[in-house]
């Protein structure tokens, strides 16, 4: 942890961090007057525990901040560099955008929405998926976007408790060259719903599909309407979005984001992190299925009127070079992925990105899980030449925007490779312990934010009691984030993985990212997964699934001793899995989060469950062959 890395943009502002720190309240009002209201706010924080209100009395809107801000300085300016998996391509800018977003709005209202109504999006990675979205911020519905890759069944679940008045879909969207067929997808989820009215259907692959009633075509709606719709003046607290995200049980939880608090967190967090210039073309791979998508695709980068690829399909498809070429291709400034894409590329070796001109890049940055120190330099050699500061973020579905980061738009500071940095200013971040004490230096222990923010989510889509439960009711009027982590000596937070992850062997707590991080600082491996599987003797024993780079031949029993050796020395013999398993690639979902829930099941013999986010399902098939004949 005592690695330093002295790479930053030469930034030096001293006063954003006092000013937060003296006072958090009036920290975060002077950030809200860099957004565009139709009326001031009369309070700027009215917080009753575990509710919070920022800006009340303020009237805002979303799309008018991404949109109608720049119609006299940048209409001609290029918003969405949009590259299709197919090799289609188009480009909007922010006056295409502007047009396109108001004809949808009246679209909508033609077809009864009104404020405060529920619209599901069920699109591929297009640019009309943004447009539907702020479609819907201009005439004050909710939208609610689920993830091209799950089944009908989730679907149902999330369109039912939303009680969403209509669906928007397309006929199909690509992915590895294949059409997923998402309008079938919805006509089985819808199935019985009277409240769903309408479904817009986009047609993106031109494959046979079948209309009924309710289906109306993207194309015929857009065709006549008028593209003249007004922004609707809303209070700042008004639902601008909600977001389904799945726990390891039960029903998946609608996180309900506002409006004027939730812009304010992602305008600032975005200038401060990634330093946005006029001149940059911002990339970050996440789908706007998953909040990412919704914070630093959608909106925060149109705040700030910035020009950003979007990207349709598989980050390896047709080969593993396709992130490169889309790099070279539009000479990428800021490059913004997970860990686990890093790990991915990491595994087929250099020549492939040093055959590419990434020249362009000046800040890099990954989000999703925690970093590996490995990876980590590897991305900052290989990727950023040694010259781009990285930015590893930690933040939430539920905390809307970045609350931990290093900031190279704001302070040039020692970067240390794993470690997610500093809390970003106005924000109360520690580590405590199970009582909410807080621990010592370098102690591990749970993450903790003692202080109400702007990002943060309003509540769960009609379940306060829930959102109390969840996420209050472990310390008081305290969130906890569920995350286990530390804080070193300079006071830069080490995540260690999710609290539930959290391995418990013979009383003693590891987490899953130190191992894993452990296990790829070896030369010969490119991705790890760890889990914990019950035992009658420790109460808990590891289970480690690693992955090795391309064209490596070692003697897999000499690796497995060199592992076994590389853990005890680095965290102790109660770290060593009981067993490792050497397996071509994990399961992941299609936004590169390894799904440790069905390593667990695999490794147990128990029911493996639904898989219809996975990335690519003969991971498990070949996972259970390796389990099984190591078992034998």
């Known amino acids: 942890m005592s690695e330093k890395y002295d ?27 860099n957004l565009s209201w139709f009326s001031p706010w009369s ?143 919805i006509d089985d989820a819808i199935n019985g719903f009277d409240f769903v009215k309408h479904v817009i259907v986009l047609e993106r692959t031109k494959n046979k599909i079948s209309l009924s009633s309710k289906d109306k075509l993207w194309k015929d709606l857009m065709e006549t309407i008028s593209d003249s719709c007004d922004a609707e003046k809303l209070p700042s607290d008004h639902p601008l979005y909600i977001l389904y995200t799945s726990g390891t049980t039960g029903k998946p939880k609608g996180v309900l984001h506002g409006t004027g608090g939730y812009l304010t967190h992602l305008y600032s967090t975005f ?143 020692p970067l240390k490779p794993g470690s997610g940095t500093l809390p970003i200013p106005g924000t109360d971040i520690t580590v405590v312990d199970e009582f909410g004490t807080e621990v010592p230096a370098n102690t591990k222990g749970y993450l903790m934010i003692r202080n109400p923010w702007p990002g943060m989510l309003l509540t769960l889509w009609g379940d306060d009691e829930k959102y109390k439960t969840v996420y209050w009711s472990k310390y008081p009027n305290s969130y906890y984030p569920g995350d286990y982590a530390l804080k070193d000596d300079d006071g830069y937070l080490w995540l260690l993985g999710r609290a539930d992850d959290v391995l418990k062997i013979a009383g003693h707590r590891i987490g899953t990212a130190e191992l894993e991080s452990c296990i790829v600082s070896d030369d010969n491996v490119a991705e790890s997964a760890v889990c914990g599987i019950p035992d009658d003797v420790k109460g808990e024993v590891i289970i480690a699934y690693v992955v090795l780079k391309n064209g490596i031949i070692t003697d897999k029993s000499i690796l497995e001793k060199n592992l076994y050796h590389k853990i005890r020395s680095n965290i102790g013999a109660i770290a060593t899995p009981k067993k490792i398993y050497f397996v071509s690639k994990l399961p992941k979902t299609r936004s590169g989060k390894i799904m440790r829930r069905l390593l667990k099941s695999i490794a147990t013999g128990e029911t493996i469950g639904d898989t219809t986010t996975l990335d690519d399902v003969s991971a498990v098939t070949e996972i259970q062959q390796v389990v099984k004949e190591k078992t034998k």
């Open 271 to 413: 200038k401060w992190a990634f330093d946005i210039k006029d001149s940059d073309v911002f990339f970050c791979t996440a789908d706007i299925g998953w909040v990412t998508g919704h914070s630093y695709v959608v909106y925060a980068p149109l705040l700030h009127g910035a020009t950003q690829i979007m990207y349709e399909g598989a980050p390896d498809f047709p080969d593993i070079s396709r992130m490169w070429d889309i790099l070279q291709k539009y000479k990428t400034t800021i490059f913004y992925t997970t860990p686990t894409a890093l790990r991915m590329f990491m595994k087929f070796g250099d020549d492939i990105p040093n055959s590419f001109d990434l020249s362009s890049l000046r800040l890099l940055g990954t989000v999703g899980e925690p970093i590996n120190p490995e990876v980590w330099k590897w991305y900052y050699k290989t990727i950023g030449k040694e010259k781009c500061p990285i930015i590893d973020t930690w933040w939430q579905t539920e905390t809307g925007g970045m609350m931990i980061s290093a900031l190279p738009g704001v302070e040039t500071i």
């Open 43 to 185: 309070t700027t924080l009215d917080w009753n525990p575990p509710f919070a209100k920022w800006f009340v009395g303020g009237k805002i809107n979303a799309s008018y901040n991404a949109l109608d801000i720049h119609q006299t300085t940048k209409s001609d300016k290029t918003a969405i560099l949009w590259e299709g998996e197919n090799g289609d391509s188009k480009i909007y800018t922010y006056g295409d955008l502007f047009v396109e977003v108001q004809k949808f709005a009246n679209v909508l209202k033609s077809l009864g929405v009104q404020k405060g109504d529920r619209v599901t999006i069920y699109l591929p990675m297009v640019p009309e998926l943004p447009i539907a979205m702020l479609a819907c911020a201009r005439i004050g519905a909710i939208h609610t976007v689920v993830f091209s890759g799950f089944s009908a069944a989730s679907i149902k679940d999330r369109i039912d408790d939303s009680k969403s008045k209509i669906v928007i879909t397309a006929d199909g969207g690509y992915r590895r060259g294949k059409i997923v067929k998402l309008k079938e997808v």
């Open 7 to 33: 790479i930053g943009l030469g930034k030096n502002d001293s006063t954003l961090r006092k000013k937060a720190d003296s006072d958090y309240v009036s920290f975060w009002d002077e950030q809200a007057h």
